[in-house]
């Protein structure tokens, strides 16, 4: 197999959660401009559509927008059964959809917590645990967790007052290495990408004139001495995707600019 045809994803159907904006729609744009048709999932329908229609006309490939609420299993299971109408399997998942919260870490309210486990770990084991299925059935697959630089430190209090936020992402770690083994015999491929600060919707304020010095001390933590943008997520997540990485299950993938490395 030549190098392009290692990284191809012609023909391939892939499922992306919160697809419609930041780090999940640089996912999107790359598998699709890789050659893959995308089903794209979240609460917000509006973002997945405009996404999707600028997938379908940049790289000419089929995109499926479907609203769901991924802590829900019956609009997950909804979801998959609207996709299967169009798309005959599902090659690829990457779970990307998550949330966060913010409050003292002392008075960080138990609902709040309970939340943001039950989008970023329970949601995304009810979705994987179907899909495998369905990936079992079809002859294998791949999937793609995505998890955080957080998920292997501490953060302080001011610029990261969200003290569940790194164990859920510690969980999809953890999750990500026994699913690869525990999925293997069924030609199931499980790794992760744990980015760290990447230019999206939600980081735009930090490049605000007033907050200049905010941002230097953000780029003093990387060594590279910038955020991540679109490019650097499409290659990470191509990857991972494609036949490139056909001798890898249960790794994560730190795409940081070298920021756990001081």
Known sequence: MNINEMFSLQGKVALVTGGGRGIGKFIATGLAEAGADVILASRKIKN?????????????????PVACDLTQEEDI????????????????????????????????PLEKWDQLFRVNVRGVWILTQKV????????????INI??????????????????????KAA?????????????PYNIRVNAIAPGWFRTDMMSYIEKPELKNDL??????????????MDDMKGAAVFLASAASAYMTGHVLVCDGGMLAR
């Open 48 to 64: 997945l559509e405009i996404t999707s229609a600028q997938l379908e006309k940049d790289y000419s490939i089929r995109a499926l």
């Open 77 to 108: 299971a909804a979801m998959l059964a609207a996709a299967q109408k169009i798309f005959p399997r599902i090659d690829i998942l990457v779970n990307n959809a998550g949330a966060t919260w913010g409050a003292a870490t002392l008075e960080f």
């Open 132 to 143: 495998a299925r369905l990936m079992k059935e079809q002859g294998g697959g791949n999937i």
């Open 147 to 168: 998890s955080s630089v957080m998920a292997f430190r501490g953060s302080p209090e001011k610029t990261h007052p969200a003290i569940p936020y790194n164990s859920t």
């Open 172 to 184: 999809i770690n953890l999750l990500t290495i026994n699913l690869a083994v525990k999925l293997a």
């Open 216 to 229: 230097e001390r953000l780029l003093d933590t990387i060594p590279l001495r910038r955020m991540g943008d």
